[in-house]
Every structure is written in structure tokens, then in C-alpha cells.
């Protein structure tokens, strides 16, 4: 996509507010903050999260803990925000599904959806399971428990509202024929079309058995806490109400999701916008899990981690960087406090921080800490480097995270390699002062472009690193003109070596 063309939008699955997040929701949000920050810098970009906080699970919860559910809501939000902000997230809106703004627009979905007779009364009877919110035919249970979580389930026999969603399964057949890359990973794509290819229930859409969500409109119970939430999408930016900003907006570029929802966004989601008359979203990108000791992280496994813990121990940006660098996203990665040790301190602390921290001492050393005029036209590096901005913003809107970094990395290499190699205190020392010049110019250039290549991903360390170098200009502007050429840094600009960007960090031996 080049400037001009639609907007940018980025949604993050909006999430339980059942206790306190673990590190699995940073993960998501982390990614879609990295896909906003590099889009926002070439186009109008939104980027949406936020919080499903009606359904039994919720509920429970809060009555668990003694509460209204609106007052644990309330409570709740803050620490996701807080959380979020710490690891450096930009959202543009958080939306909460206990907002009137959302909750009027989802009623009128639902008439709308009972108008056009796409919603009909009938009776539910099976199984329900209250962790994931979902309902299951007894032949999906596995030794009667929830296929996906492994809990009990609950009996439910209630009269509920139905969407017609069988009526839909040939027009999605069709669509994941069409447009065989709008669910990535292909894994998942073939998953959700052997669902399809088996056939698909109506699903019911309403619960009556407790109040804790949207009222249905002219009659009793509430609207399932599924058709709800998936709403949250298009009631956020403005669907049904401002219609100038919904078409800007809509269909979503990227909606990131864990696998194990994927079949609510890319066969009920659908299906529920095309009944309204609009498109299904251009990409739904379902990843792996976090997983510890081969099994998933989450709350009801007992297993989470306390993101606030991790950000102090290793820092956010280092947190931001192993969760995109680790694993190639799509697949899980197995979670250890050894491995984010040593990427910060392999990566960021010896590669990345020492060739800032060598760097700035020799031009402070040999140059009264001012950056020389060099030779950038005939530098090996401009080159070499010339398509990497477009490289890294391609792989990076491709979700290939984990190759825009290695990409980056190559220019990391190549720095460090030439110090080595070229020895510039033997340059000083020799007198060749021409070429000491050249070389230190390159490496803070090449610095430069780092910096901004990683700010999407390292928001704060970054611009301690650009702070460093001077701070020579915005540091988020369009690549186009900040990287347009090797040389873009200034030769007289000033240069201040500051405290070290990435502190290596000792992990204790595991106890025997
Ligand atoms: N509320 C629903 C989503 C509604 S979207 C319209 C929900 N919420 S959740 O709190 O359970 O969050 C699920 C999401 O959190 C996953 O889809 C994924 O994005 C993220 N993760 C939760 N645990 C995770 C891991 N262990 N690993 C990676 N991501 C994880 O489902």
C-alpha cells in the first residue's frame, strides 16, 4: 500500500475481564501496536482495543470476588490500561462493551438482524461451556467436557434468538476459495474449512438464563456475550452512526486474534457482516500460543504470567522485541525467562548496545563528540542498504516479524563488522584521517537508520538512542523521507553518549 490509499485499521481481539491480564494479551497487543506504529508512518492508521466485559464468565467472576459486574469492570479497566501503557501500546480507541456508545449500536444490529429475518425464535438445548463462552454439540465434547479448554460444561435449555448462520456457509465456502491468504496462517485456514465443509448449526444469539450483557431489545434476556463482543469492530468506529468514518475504516486490514477463536472471525464474524450488508475484514491472522511446558498460558490453567513483573525485570522494549523475534508468528513458542535473557542481552545489549556505546565513545574520542562529514554517496552501506526501509516495512505488514527483524539485524552485523575490521583506532593512530571520518560518519548514519527501522518495535529504547546521536529529526516520520538516502544525518551534529541502552541482565542459576 502506497500513501493516499485506504486507512490502516488494526484490531486486537477485546479481552475478558475475568482478572488480571497475563502475558498472552500483551502479546497480541504488542503486535498490533508494532503494525499501527509502522503503518502510522505512511498512512492514516487506526488502532483498536479494548475489553468484552458481559457474559456469564465475567459475571461469575465478579460475583466470586463479591461484586457488581459493573463494578469489577470498573475496577479492572484501569489495570489493563496501565498495562498496556507500560508496555508502550498506542492505541487510538479502547473500546469496553459496557459503553452505551457500543451497546445502543448493538441492539440496533440486532433488529436489524431480526428484520431482515436472519434472526428467528427457537429453542436451545445442549451444552454450554461458561470459560469460553461457547456452545457445543454433545458430539464435540471430549469425555463431556469443552473441546477447547478441557472444563465442564453446563446443560442449557432455554427459548433463544437464532442467527441463520447456516443459511451462509456456501457464500464462505466461496470466499475462503476466492481470497485463500484472508485467514492466515493456512494451518488455521484449513481447520476453519474442514469446520465449513462439515456443515454449520444456526447459532443461538440470545441467553436468558442471567442478565450480565446487552438487553434484547423489545423482549427478555440479553444477546449472546459472543455477538456482542465481535461488534466491538465496527461499532467503535462509528457503524450505523458515522457513516463517512465507518467507510474510511472499514473492512479492517488486520484483525489479529489467538487461534482459539478463530472460528468466531472467520465464520460467525462474517456471516454477521454480511446480513448487515457489509464486507468480511481483509485479514484475520489467528497466532499461536505463549505456552509453558507445552501447554497454553492462561488464567484458568493456572499457569499465567504477571506482565507488570516481567516489564521491570527485563523491560518493556526488550519484552516487545523477544515476543516478535522468538518465534515466527503463527506458531507457538514454548515461554522461558532464559530465552528473553538471552535476546536482551545477545541481541539488544551486545549487538545493538554495544555498537551504539563503541560507536559514541569514538566520536566523542576522536571527534570532540561531533558527527564528521563523511562520504555517504560512496559508501559500501548505501548500497548495501538502500531497499532495506521497504523490506522491513513490507515483511513487517506481512506479520513476518521475525524476518524484518533479521533483516535489521544484518545492518547491525555489518556495522559491528566494520569496526572490527577496519579498526578505526588504528585509523586514528595512523593518521589516515580521511577514512576515520568516513567510517565513523557511516556508523552513526547507519545507527540512525536503526533507530528508526526499530522504533515500531522498541518505541522507548530507540529514542534514548536518538537522543544520543542528537536527535536529528522526528524519529516516526515516513521512511520515504527520513531513510530516503544514506546521509541523511547531518556532519556537525552533536552527539551525547548517555547511560547504556540495554543493561545486561544476570538471570540467578535455577535452584537443583
Ligand atoms: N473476549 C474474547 C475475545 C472477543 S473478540 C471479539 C476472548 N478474550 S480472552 O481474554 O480470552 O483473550 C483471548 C486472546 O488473548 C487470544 O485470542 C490471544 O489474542 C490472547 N491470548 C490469550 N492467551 C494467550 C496465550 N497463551 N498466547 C498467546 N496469546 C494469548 O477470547
Known amino acids: 500500500m502506497t500513501k493516499g490509499e485506504r486507512a490502516y485499521y488494526v484490531t486486537t481481539p477485546i479481552y475478558y475481564i475475568s482478572g488480571e491480564p497475563h502475558v498472552g494479551h500483551v502479546y497480541t497487543t504488542v503486535v498490533a501496536d508494532v503494525l499501527a506504529r509502522t503503518a502510522r508512518t505512511f498512512q492514516p492508521t487506526f488502532f483498536l482495543t479494548g475489553?468484552?466485559?458481559?457474559?456469564?464468565?465475567?459475571?461469575?467472576?465478579?460475583?466470586?470476588?463479591?461484586?457488581?459486574?459493573?463494578?469489577?469492570?470498573?475496577?479492572?479497566?484501569?489495570?489493563?490500561?496501565?498495562?498496556?501503557?507500560?508496555?508502550?501500546?498506542?492505541?487510538?480507541?479502547?473500546?469496553r462493551t459496557t459503553e452505551k456508545r457500543h451497546i445502543v449500536k448493538v441492539q440496533r444490529v440486532f433488529e436489524q438482524l431480526r428484520e431482515r429475518g436472519d434472526v428467528y425464535l427457537g429453542k436451545y438445548e445442549g451444552?454450554?461451556?461458561?470459560?469460553?463462552?461457547?456452545?457445543w454439540l454433545a458430539s464435540k465434547l471430549v469425555d463431556g467436557c469443552c473441546p477447547t479448554c478441557g472444563r465442564e460444561v453446563e446443560w442449557i435449555s432455554e427459548d433463544d434468538w437464532f442467527f441463520r448462520l447456516s443459511a451462509y456457509r456456501d457464500r464462505l465456502i466461496e470466499h475462503f476459495r476466492r481470497f485463500p491468504a484472508w485467514v492466515q496462517p493456512r494451518s488455521v485456514y484449513n481447520e476453519m474449512m474442514a469446520i465449513l465443509e462439515e456443515g454449520l448449526e444456526d447459532l443461538s444469539i440470545s441467553r436468558t438464563n442471567f442478565d450480565w450483557g446487552v438487553p434484547i431489545p423489545g423482549d427478555g434476556g440479553v444477546i449472546y456475550v459472543w455477538l456482542d463482543a465481535l461488534l466491538n469492530y465496527i461499532t467503535a468506529i462509528g457503524w450505523s452512526e458515522d457513516e463517512a468514518r465507518f467507510r474510511t475504516y472499514w473492512p479492517a486490514s488486520t484483525q489479529l486474534i489467538g487461534k482459539e477463536i478463530a472460528r468466531f472471525h472467520t465464520i460467525i464474524w462474517p456471516a454477521i457482516l454480511w446480513a448487515l450488508g457489509e464486507a468480511a475484514p481483509e485479514l484475520v491472522f489467528a497466532h499461536g500460543w505463549i505456552t509453558i511446558d507445552g501447554q497454553k498460558m492462561s488464567k484458568s490453567l493456572g499457569n499465567a504470567i504477571d506482565p507488570f513483573a516481567l516489564k521491570e525485570r527485563f523491560g518493556a522494549d526488550s519484552m516487545r522485541y523477544?515476543?516478535?523475534?522468538?518465534?515466527?508468528?503463527?506458531?507457538?513458542?514454548?515461554?522461558?525467562e532464559e530465552k528473553i535473557a538471552q535476546r536482551h542481552n545477545g541481541d539488544l545489549a551486545n549487538d545493538l548496545g554495544n555498537l551504539l556505546q563503541r560507536t559514541l565513545s569514538m566520536v566523542g574520542r576522536y571527534r570532540g563528540g561531533v558527527v564528521p562529514a563523511g562520504r555517504p554517496g560512496a559508501s559500501d552501506f548505501a548500497q548495501t542498504f538502500a531497499g532495506l526501509p521497504m523490506t522491513v516495512r513490507a515483511r513487517i505488514l506481512d506479520l513476518r516479524f521475525r524476518e524484518a527483524l533479521e533483516e535489521i539485524w544484518r545492518l547491525v552485523t555489518a556495522l559491528n563488522r566494520a569496526i572490527d575490521e577496519r579498526k578505526p583506532w588504528v585509523l586514528q593512530k595512523e593518521g589516515r584521517s580521511a577514512e576515520l571520518d568516513a567510517l565513523l560518519y557511516d556508523l552513526c548514519e547507519g545507527l540512525r537508520w536503526l533507530a528508526v527501522l526499530l522504533h515500531p518495535v522498541m518505541p522507548e529504547r530507540t529514542r534514548n538512542m536518538w537522543r544520543q546521536l542528537g536527535d536529528p529529526g522526528a524519529i516516526d516520520a515516513d521512511w520515504s523521507s527520513t531513510l530516503a538516502r544514506w546521509g541523511g544525518l547531518e556532519a556537525g551534529t552533536r552527539t551525547a553518549i548517555g547511560a547504556s541502552l540495554f543493561p545486561r541482565i544476570e538471570l540467578l542459576a535455577a535452584e537443583p
Do not use: M
Open 51 to 95: 475489553t468484552d466485559e458481559h457474559g456469564q464468565k465475567v459475571a461469575n467472576a465478579a460475583a466470586a470476588a463479591g461484586k457488581t459486574p459493573q463494578q469489577w469492570c470498573d475496577e479492572l479497566v484501569p489495570r489493563w490500561k496501565a498495562l498496556f501503557a507500560g508496555y508502550h501500546v498506542q492505541y487510538d480507541d479502547f473500546i
Open 322 to 336: 523477544f515476543l516478535l523475534r522468538e518465534a515466527p508468528f503463527g506458531s507457538d513458542f514454548s515461554y522461558s
Open 127 to 135: 451444552w454450554y461451556c461458561v470459560n469460553d463462552e461457547t456452545f
